[in-house]
């Protein structure tokens, strides 16, 4: 399984960025997709997850301002970020899990700043 990242990049605080990524491989029907993101000297942290069946989890730092959603008959999953702070910069990781094996794809980053 491949996982390939897009949409990183700078905006300003209150903007918007759209963050995408393509799964490749094999690829089964019930799995699960999420964005993490990893702050300079912090861990690694959730941002959203969305399962096969389309339930959503997002952390409660982003909820009312990100969206995250697929499309699975072409295994992409999107995070719409929306009112965007500069706490929200960080290097963002695709993910997919499925039969126990965490897939990770490289990181995308997304700095906001003025």
């Known amino acids: 399984v491949q996982l390939q990242a897009s949409g990183g990049g700078l905006v300003q605080p209150g903007g918007s960025l759209r963050l995408s990524c393509a799964a490749s491989?094999?690829?089964?029907?019930?799995?699960?997709m999420a964005w993490y993101r990893q702050a300079p000297g912090k861990q690694r942290e959730l941002v959203a997850a969305?399962?096969?069946?389309?339930?959503?989890n997002h952390a409660d730092s982003v909820k009312g301002r990100f969206t995250i959603s697929r499309d699975k008959a072409k295994n992409t999953v999107d995070l719409q970020m929306n009112s965007l702070k500069p706490e929200d910069t960080a290097v963002y990781y695709c993910?997919?899990?499925?039969?126990?094996?965490?897939?990770w794809g490289k990181g995308t980053q997304v700095t906001v700043s003025s």
């Open positions: 993910n997919l899990g499925q039969v126990g094996v965490l897939y």
């Open positions: 491989g094999s690829i089964f029907s019930i799995n699960v």
């Open positions: 969305i399962t096969s069946v389309g339930s959503t």
